[in-house]
């Protein structure tokens, strides 16, 4: 089986530049398993050890893996894109979570989802670019009898209606400004 993803004649080198982006236990953990397991499996708990560090996975992270683990980059981009859970930016400073629950599912939560979408301008799973929210996907945040629910940080609003949305929004942008947070 040939190993395109790395230059053996370079082997220190690579680890090295790798070290720069990953942590020591998750370095280890790869050079002790990598001979024994690339199942798909294998390859989320190093992106899962990966992601509890560093909160998110960097395009340099992914990079490493795919050098240490001699996985091909286009698997490892391929697993961690479409595992909802596997972030690839940094976390906002402010989280956002849908809920997306049965309750809150029949009452509206889609509405709600496109209107945050549509005014934040991100997807579930990013952050918008001045690093103010991010928007999350929630199944059951526990207060069914509120639905639909969001929860910002640890604040749970319910039942929000799509009109509600810009206030909520509002509350904590004018709370950024006064602080200076916003960039
Ligand atoms: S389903 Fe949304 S809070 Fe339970």
């Not at 397991?37 to 992914?62: F, N, V, W």
């Not at 809920?99 to 029949?106: F, I, K, Q, S």
């Not at 639909?148 to 039942?159: L, T």
């Amino acid at each position: 089986m040939s190993h395109s993803v790395v230059n053996t004649d370079n082997w220190e080198a690579v680890k090295a530049e790798c070290l720069k982006h990953l942590p020591q236990h998750v370095i280890d953990y790869i050079e002790e398993t990598k001979d024994q397991d690339r199942s798909e499996s294998h390859l989320i708990s190093i992106l899962h050890k990966i992601q509890a560090h560093s909160g998110y996975l960097s395009k340099e992270q992914l990079n490493a893996v795919s050098q240490l683990a001699r996985i091909p980059m286009t698997k490892v981009t391929g697993v961690a894109t479409f595992y909802h859970y596997f972030r690839l930016t940094p976390r906002g400073k402010h989280i956002i979570s849908v809920c997306l629950g049965t309750a809150c599912y029949v009452k509206g939560a889609e509405k709600i989802s496109q209107s945050l979408m549509n005014k934040l301008g991100i997807q579930f799973g990013e952050t918008t670019k001045d690093g103010l929210f991010s928007l999350e996907a929630a199944r059951c945040l526990g207060t069914c009898g509120l639905a639909p629910v969001i929860m910002v940080d640890e604040q749970v609003y319910g039942p929000v209606a799509s009109g509600d949305v810009r206030t909520i929004l509002d509350k904590y942008i004018k709370q950024a400004s006064r602080t200076g947070d916003k960039n």
